[in-house]
């Protein structure tokens, strides 16, 4: 079955990078797994030889009749559906902290909205191992004044505790990406790292990374008051790639 473009399929085949994958979890038969957009199954026939159950999310429903046709379809819970609308909470009905366990290759086209759809789950699961685009992997695992840190990195890491694992070149598929891919572990904090919600953070981070290259005080001056940097000991001529979590979350306790 050839991949589909407008699903932005690319079929896993390499039995030691798929071996890799399925070691980075740490989940026991008896917890719930999920391996969100199982493709032709590769990736879920190892996770299957590894215990009784499966979940799996997936949109193509080439792909589910295929799935249905392997050996282990017994094992299968199968999902249809587009992930973006999934409700993971579903997979848990007792509402138990920290119960899901999740894996997958996640199709570079949605990776980053899946995240943040994810997080709205964040005191259910456990922890997270995923495929994605290289680039994407070494913006969430950044660290202030490094030329991937964003938006993304400090949004990523208010919600979650990230861990860069391993690379995957290309010819790892088929048919093979035009770019590199990697592979992340994320954890849910049980506790957001800094004292405030994640609306605010948000809509303080997306202003002072709304033109990279200027300093804070261009980016924000519209929406603090002239004394936010001095009562946070922050330099508004810095600019946003400079400052950590924690001194984003203080600009954002001063946003109008």
């Known amino acids: 079955m050839r991949a589909k473009k407008r699903f932005g399929q690319h079929f896993l085949h390499d039995g030691q990078i798929i071996q890799q994958i399925a070691q980075a979890l740490s989940v026991s038969a008896e917890e719930t797994l999920l391996e969100i957009g199982p493709g032709r199954g590769a990736l879920t026939q190892v996770l299957c030889q590894m215990r009784p159950k499966l979940d799996v999310v997936e949109l193509d429903r080439d792909l589910i009749a295929l799935l249905k046709t392997r050996p282990y379809a017994k094992q299968?819970?199968?999902?249809?559906?587009?992930?973006?609308?999934?409700?993971?909470?579903?997979?848990?009905?007792?509402?138990?902290?920290?119960?899901?366990?999740?894996?997958?290759?996640?199709?570079?086209?949605?990776?980053?909205?899946?995240?943040?759809?994810?997080?709205?789950?964040?005191?259910?699961?456990?922890?997270?191992?995923?495929?994605?685009?290289?680039?994407?992997?070494?913006?969430?695992?950044?660290?202030?004044?490094?030329?991937?840190?964003?938006?993304?990195s400090v949004l990523s890491q208010y919600h979650y505790q990230t861990e860069y694992l391993f690379d995957v070149p290309p010819e790892a598929f088929k048919p093979p990406p035009k770019v590199d891919s990697a592979v992340l572990r994320l954890q849910p904090h049980a506790q957001p790292p800094v004292d405030i919600a994640f609306a605010p953070l948000k809509k303080l981070v997306d202003l002072a990374f709304a033109q990279r290259r200027k300093t804070l005080h261009n980016n924000l001056k519209k929406h603090l008051p002239a004394e936010a940097f001095n009562q946070t000991g922050i330099d508004p001529k810095a600019r946003a790639e400079t400052l950590n979590l924690a001194e984003f979350a203080a600009l954002a306790q001063h946003l109008s």
């Open 76 to 152: 299968l819970q199968i999902h249809e559906g587009d992930v973006l609308k999934f409700d993971f909470a579903q997979l848990n009905p007792d509402n138990k902290a920290y119960a899901l366990h999740i894996i997958g290759n996640l199709p570079y086209n949605i990776s980053t909205p899946l995240l943040f759809h994810l997080s709205d789950y964040a005191e259910q699961i456990a922890q997270m191992v995923f495929m994605l685009q290289k680039e994407v992997v070494e913006r969430i695992t950044a660290e202030p004044n490094s030329k991937h840190y964003g938006r993304l």
